[in-house]
């Protein structure tokens, strides 16, 4: 008499058997579609459907990129996760076009700063991250993100931007990143003031006529802040944003005051240093009007400097040396002011309203990226022994010059590579960067502009027609700017900054209980 087991185990047999000999069980004729994937339940072999998911991301698609991701990455998440990963790529500076995506119900989750998430989350673009799925299906990429990474993505403590990636933030946008091989062919050892800067212009203009001096014009009030404005310490309320600054905070200060930007000594500044600039042929019109210009030349290795992060000469190093074998990047700050410690706005990323019923594979996704050290590497650095080398000192050299998922966004200290030509001494200052730094004062706060949405759409349209010519040099400040202030305050700006000033007072209030 067959006990239970033993009648169990007979009937286990028999149906594989019944498997085998209709060939449905054979491992090396598993499909990648989702057909193939799915059993006679519907439900794929970790009980999960298959389900599409898309990632918006910025720059270029070289083959071997597009390669990776279509088929080398695709199928390894397709295989562990069930999920099936489309990568679409759009040029820097598709703000607008992004937004069309969001607004047509689009599903898919985009690298993002928290500059404007009010304004995303109240057009309703945005899905909210439940913090109950984020420990649920996001452990590991909540352990290894710092807890204020998490807040500087909320609003009304709700989560609409995941932080992705951890490593060193102070000075970000404080420094400036420049190529040190340029400076040495003219003589200059270092720079510390704006006259070093001017000086680095005119000498490396006249070796290399055709070369950009700064690519990213919209930056340059962040990257000179110290030498410009060195009583304050300006730190953004609307983010990193390329696109708008109105309003800031001064981070040396212990108080809540909101100052508004245009009417600071900055803008003063910037707005006629970016003129005498233009007026010496140190910056072109063309670059301003049409920014991809100038980072086609920095990537091409015809650009002096660039604004700076902690991380941006090694994580420029590879492709310049791809262009120019003895680049050498280094990072200085112009003035002297204490770093401050942020968390970056473009290291998160956020899920669209149309793709809410999915925020917890979303979650899974960027939870498996920080789940292992395997993963990690194939994210950044591609397929081992094809794409990449490993050191037996643990660095990395590249066999390719193309880039994957760009390692700027994912780095993290636990799991982060070096190349093998980054100095050891630049490693290590780096891993201190924050030593000392001070935190930016208005980390956590998120801007809700619903009281101010009709002002807000008033002023961006004033600040591309007025303030963008004034502030890049191209209109006279002391002729232009005050019909253009008055322009921004009929549009609404006072308005703007009362609200900006009401909502952060109460906020900072209550870090304070």
């Given at each position: 008499?067959f006990?239970k087991?033993n009648?169990?185990?007979l009937?286990?047999v028999?149906?594989?058997?019944?498997?085998?000999?209709?060939?449905?069980?054979?491992?090396g004729?598993e499909?990648?579609?989702?057909e193939?994937?799915?059993g006679?339940?519907?439900?794929?072999?970790?009980?999960q459907?298959?389900?599409?998911?898309?990632?918006?991301?910025?720059g270029?698609?070289?083959?071997?990129r597009?390669?990776?991701l279509?088929?080398?990455?695709?199928?390894?998440?397709?295989e562990?996760?069930?999920?099936?990963?489309?990568f679409?790529?759009?040029?820097?500076?598709?703000?607008?076009?992004?937004?069309?995506m969001?607004?047509?119900?689009e599903?898919?989750a985009?690298?993002?700063g928290?500059?404007?998430?009010?304004?995303?989350?109240?057009k309703?673009f945005?899905?909210?991250?439940?913090?109950?799925s984020?420990d649920?299906?996001?452990?590991?990429?909540?352990?290894?993100?710092?807890?204020d990474?998490w807040?500087?993505?909320k609003?009304?403590?709700?989560?609409?931007?995941?932080?992705?990636?951890n490593?060193?933030?102070a000075g970000?946008?404080?420094?400036?990143?420049?190529r040190?091989?340029?400076?040495?062919?003219v003589?200059i050892?270092?720079?510390k003031?704006?006259?070093?800067?001017?000086?680095?212009?005119?000498?490396?203009?006249e070796?290399?006529?055709d070369?950009?001096?700064?690519?990213e014009?919209?930056?340059v009030?962040?990257?000179f802040?110290?030498?410009?404005?060195?009583?304050?310490l300006?730190?953004?309320?609307?983010?990193n944003?390329?696109?708008?600054?109105y309003?800031?905070?001064?981070s040396l200060?212990?108080?809540?005051?909101?100052?508004?930007f245009?009417?600071s000594?900055?803008?003063?500044?910037?707005a006629?240093?970016?003129?005498?600039?233009?007026?010496?042929g140190?910056?072109?019109e063309?670059?301003?009007?049409?920014?991809e210009?100038?980072?086609?030349?920095w990537?091409?290795?015809?650009?002096?400097?660039?604004?700076?992060?902690?991380a941006y000469?090694?994580?420029?190093?590879?492709?310049?040396?791809?262009k120019?074998p003895n680049?050498?990047?280094v990072?200085?700050?112009?003035g002297?002011?204490?770093l401050?410690?942020?968390v970056?706005?473009n290291?998160?990323?956020?899920?669209?309203i149309g793709?809410?019923k999915?925020?917890?594979r979303?979650l899974?996704l960027?939870?498996?990226m920080?789940?292992?050290?395997?993963?990690?590497?194939?994210?950044?650095y591609?397929?081992?022994?094809?794409?990449?080398k490993?050191?037996?000192n643990?660095k990395?050299?590249k066999?390719?010059?193309?880039?994957?998922?760009?390692?700027?966004?994912l780095?993290?200290?636990?799991?982060g590579?070096?190349f093998?030509?980054v100095?050891?001494?630049?490693i290590?200052t780096y891993?201190?960067?924050?030593?000392g730094?001070?935190?930016?004062?208005?980390?956590?706060?998120?801007?809700?502009?619903?009281?101010?949405?009709?002002?807000?759409a008033?002023?961006?349209a004033?600040y591309s027609?007025?303030?963008?010519?004034?502030?890049?040099?191209l209109?006279?400040y002391?002729?232009?700017?005050?019909e253009a202030?008055?322009?921004?305050?009929?549009?609404g700006?006072?308005?703007?900054?009362?609200?900006?000033q009401?909502?952060?007072?109460?906020?900072?209030?209550?870090?304070?209980?």
């Open positions: 008499m006990r087991k009648w169990n185990l009937m286990s028999l149906l594989c058997s019944a498997l085998l000999i209709t060939g449905c069980s054979g491992k004729n499909s990648t579609t989702d193939a994937a799915k006679a339940s519907g439900e794929t072999k970790n009980n459907e298959v389900v599409k998911l898309t990632l918006v991301n910025f270029d698609l070289t083959p071997r597009t390669e990776f279509e088929k080398d990455l695709h199928d390894k998440i397709l562990e996760l069930n999920i099936d990963l489309t679409k790529f759009l040029p820097w500076g598709s703000n607008q076009q992004v937004d069309l969001f607004a047509s119900g599903n898919f985009t690298y993002a928290t500059g404007g998430l009010g304004e995303k989350v109240n309703g945005l899905a909210e991250i439940p913090q109950e984020i649920q299906h996001a452990p590991q990429l909540k352990e290894l993100t710092r807890p990474a807040d500087s993505g609003l009304e403590g709700k989560i609409y931007a995941m932080p992705v990636g490593k060193p933030y970000d946008f404080q420094l400036i990143t420049v040190q091989d340029l400076l040495d062919e003589g050892s270092e720079l003031a704006l006259e070093d800067v001017e000086s680095a212009f005119k000498l490396v203009k070796k290399h006529p070369y950009t001096m700064i690519p014009a919209s930056h009030k962040k990257m802040r110290a030498a410009l404005m060195p009583d304050q300006f730190t953004p309320m609307e983010g944003s390329t696109a708008w600054t309003t800031y905070v001064d200060a212990k108080d809540d005051k909101v100052y508004s245009y009417e000594e900055l803008f003063e500044k910037t006629k240093m970016m003129a005498k600039w233009q007026k010496e140190y910056i072109s063309a670059l301003i009007t049409n920014p210009l100038g980072l086609a030349d990537n091409a290795g015809k650009a002096l400097m660039n604004r700076g992060t902690s000469p090694m994580e420029q190093l590879p492709n310049l040396v791809s120019v680049g050498k990047l990072n200085y700050q112009i002297d002011q204490p401050m410690a942020s970056r706005d290291t998160k990323y956020s899920i669209s793709g809410q999915d925020v917890d979303y899974q960027f939870n498996w920080f789940s292992s050290q395997e993963n990690y590497d194939l994210l950044a591609g397929v081992l022994d094809k794409d990449y490993l050191e037996e643990g990395v050299t066999l390719v010059s193309d880039s994957f998922f760009d390692e700027w966004q780095f993290n200290l636990k799991y590579r070096y093998s030509n100095p050891d001494e630049f290590e891993k201190k960067t924050d030593e730094s001070i935190q930016a004062k208005n980390i956590g706060f998120s801007f809700d502009a619903r009281p101010v949405q009709a002002e807000v008033k002023i961006q004033v027609e007025k303030i963008v010519p004034i502030e890049y040099g209109y006279d002391d002729k232009y700017f005050p202030l008055k322009a921004l305050n009929d549009a700006l006072e308005k703007y900054v009362a609200e900006m009401k909502q952060f007072s109460e906020w900072y209030s209550s870090q304070s209980k």
